[in-house]
């Protein structure tokens, strides 16, 4: 397993060049005892990526990675994990690594609930009432652990026993934001929470770009709930479209001019009048 985390581990080499080296070669460990000259002759590779993998030939800290997962319960989720979706690892955005706490099992459809951290009561409601009656259809739900829309949809499918996913744009090992610690590990206990980062990452702003994008990649369909022009919430619904994701929007009732521009038509975001964004995604499911 080190040289999996060798792999996603190299600077400048990213999920689409990660796969590409995996075509070649196989393996990581292929890829780590390629030459200079088995290098050159992978389409599509870039010299600077080359350069990467040449220099970065020690795996003492993927080793230090390993130990630390294993002590802590962090399992390790490689591509060729049976685990993996299938509709998910062959994504630009998908890293030939995850790992998580907790337990993943083959699952699809599933739906992404997401939205404004700063939420009405009246979206929270939905998020939770939502994520409940899939949770009572044994349909998981994935969404990123952060305050608002997040927490209520990961509260609504423990409630109702069902199979939360969280998303975090930290290593799995680090809980952020930290009040949601009782929440974080209640998840881990009935379902998994998932990260690309290795254990011991700390959050930042970047990253919480890339774990919006893998909780579209793990999705069926996307739910957006009050979610501001320019928020997170709303780069998840751009990754969902790129990813061919159904995605179903619901702005805030009292402050429709202000949300309808940032889920607007042109976009591919359209709002559902009349019939609320939770009744026409169970109507797809």
């Known amino acids: 397993m080190e040289h999996w985390i060798w792999l996603c581990s190299i600077r400048n080499v990213g999920p689409v060049s990660q796969k590409k080296l995996l075509t070649a070669f196989g393996s990581p460990e292929q890829i780590y005892e390629a030459s200079s000259l088995e290098l050159q002759e992978v389409k599509g590779i870039s010299q600077r990526v080359r350069e990467a993998v040449l ?4 795996l003492e800290d993927c080793k230090r990675i390993l130990e630390r997962a294993q002590k802590e319960e962090i399992w ?12 998910a690892k062959d994504l630009p955005e998908s890293p030939a690594l995850l790992y998580y706490k907790g337990l993943i099992r083959s699952f699809t459809p599933s739906v992404a609930i997401v939205g404004s951290r700063n939420c009405t009561e009246e979206g929270r409601r939905a998020a939770e009432e939502l994520s409940y009656t899939l949770s009572n259809r044994k349909i998981p739900v994935i969404s990123g652990l952060a305050k608002g829309i997040d927490r209520a949809a990961h509260v609504g499918c ?3 026993r069902g199979v939360p996913i969280a ?8 809980c ?8 974080y590990e209640a998840i881990i206990k009935k ?4 990260s690309q980062y290795a254990p011991g990452t700390r959050p930042t702003p970047k990253q919480f770009i890339q774990r919006n994008a893998l909780i579209s990649a793990w999705s069926s369909h996307v739910v957006v709930i009050e979610a501001g022009v320019k928020s997170g919430a709303l780069s998840t619904a751009r990754f969902a479209r790129k990813h061919n994701r159904k995605i179903f929007m619901l702005p805030r009732s009292d402050a429709l001019s202000e949300q309808i521009p940032g889920c607007s038509i042109e976009d591919g975001y359209e ?4 019939v609320s964004a939770f009744e026409a995604v169970l109507n797809e499911l």
């Open 191 to 194: 379902g998994a929470v998932i």
């Open 176 to 183: 952020y934001p930290k009040e949601h610690r009782s929440l």
């Open 271 to 274: 709002p559902y009048p009349g």
């Open 158 to 160: 423990l409630v109702n």
């Open 76 to 87: 390790l989720l490689p591509r060729d994990d049976p685990l993996y979706p299938s509709y």
């Open 55 to 58: 220099e970065a030939r020690s």
């Open 167 to 174: 998303f975090l744009a930290s290593g799995v090992d680090h």
